[in-house]
Nanobody, 124 residues
Framework: EPLVESGGGSVQAGGSLRLSCASA??????????IAWFRQIPGNRRELVAS????????WYHWSVKGRFTISQDKSRKSVVLQMNNLKAEDTAMYSC????????????????WGQGIQVTVSP
């Protein structure tokens, strides 16, 4: 089963959006060590935006989103949230979350389970 993503949509520059990523598989909670958010613009390679280790909540951010995006766990809903503030037109992309069991990687293909992607559009 793919990961379930929600949130996203269209907003003007300077606005905020909140993305959520969760697994529908209850057994996933036992092996998932890292949840990451990637984004991709058509014609470009997919890039890692942010990641979080589930055990200790250690986070990593792409330099372009530091200070604007926050990745965190919502343990009550067993999901990971990407809060995106002060959005810019260059943040427009298809965002996908990924779950991994061996650590946080910058390559989408090294993860074990993925979401189907959710569009974020920021108008100037």
């Amino acid at each position: 089963e793919p990961l379930v993503e929600s949130g996203g949509g269209s907003v003007q520059a300077g606005g905020s959006l909140r993305l959520s990523c969760a697994s529908a598989e209850v057994s996933d909670v036992h092996w998932i060590e890292c949840i990451a958010w990637f984004r991709q613009i058509p014609g470009n390679r997919r890039e890692l935006v942010a990641s979080i280790y589930i055990e200790n909540s250690l986070t990593w951010y792409h330099w372009s989103v530091k200070g604007r995006f926050t990745i965190s766990q919502d343990k009550s809903r067993k999901s990971v949230v990407l809060q995106m503030n002060n959005l810019k037109a260059e943040d427009t992309a298809m965002y996908s979350c990924a779950a991994g069991g061996g650590g946080c990687y910058d390559s989408f293909d090294l993860y074990k389970r993925w979401g189907q992607g959710i569009q974020v559009t920021v108008s100037p």
